[in-house]
């Protein structure tokens, strides 16, 4: 089944310690980009990738890194995370075609509490 | 960059009857303009979208319009079921592969 997977789902966490979310799509696609949502802001973008070892900062990407070693995997990085950080993470994937990025298909999301 | 606004924010119609939201944006090189549906505790769903060489585009009841003078773009859902309820997002893009999201509209269809 073609999806995008993210782990943890739930995530509590203290202030300063460092955490990983994963992110893994099955669909051989270049473009992989990382959101939070938060209430009454719709989804920003935190970082993209196009391609492997090509990463790209989007909206909001103070106090978060990324890498793309592997095409299928775009881990999102809090090095020290912060109370401000507490949103709802989701991964996405896609095709890209010099014209653009294409439709995109989101994973289920995680949920970080960053006490 | 990119401001996308959306409206309206909350939106109730009886089932059967017509749902439009609309959305600005303020890049005039975006080119491409999707709109997702986002189910309670799920990741947002493409459900249509369109590039800025097309003005209009429909699949069934969906339709969506752009007008690239005015810098708006709007989706249409008629005869509206109970399970169209959700939370919809539009979006804007161009070749900077950099997406905007709207702040969200939960359309609520009273049966």
């Known amino acids: 089944e073609a999806q995008v997977t993210q782990n943890p789902r739930y995530l509590i966490t203290v202030t300063g310690k460092k955490l990983t979310v994963t992110c893994s799509q099955n669909m051989n696609h270049e473009y992989m980009s990382w959101y939070r949502q938060d209430p009454g802001l719709g989804l920003r973008q935190i970082y993209y990738?196009?391609?492997?070892?090509?990463?790209d900062k989007g909206d909001v990407p103070e106090g978060y890194k990324v890498s793309r070693k592997e095409k299928r995997n775009f881990p999102l990085i809090l090095e020290s995370p912060s109370p401000n950080q507490t949103s709802l993470y989701f991964c996405a994937s896609s095709f890209w075609t010099g014209g653009g990025a294409d439709t995109q298909y989101f994973g289920p999301g995680t949920r970080l509490t960053v006490l | 960059g990119e401001n996308v606004e959306q409206h309206p924010s909350t939106l109730s119609v009886q089932e059967g009857d017509s749902a439009v939201i609309k959305c600005t944006y303020s890049?005039?090189?975006?080119?491409?303009f999707p709109w997702y549906k986002q189910e309670l505790g799920k990741g947002p769903q493409l459900i249509i979208d369109?590039?800025?060489?097309?003005g209009e585009k429909k699949d069934q009841r969906i339709a969506v319009t752009l007008n690239k003078t005015a810098k708006h773009f709007s989706l249409h859902i008629t005869e509206t079921q109970p399970e169209d309820s959700a939370v919809y997002f539009c979006?804007?893009?161009?070749?900077?592969?950099?997406?905007?999201f709207g702040t969200g509209t939960s359309l609520t269809v009273i049966p």
């Open positions: 979006a804007a893009s161009w070749v900077s592969n950099q997406f905007y």
């Open positions: 369109i590039r800025s060489n097309v």
């Open positions: 890049d005039s090189a975006s080119n491409y």
């Open positions: 990738s196009m391609n492997v070892e090509v990463t």
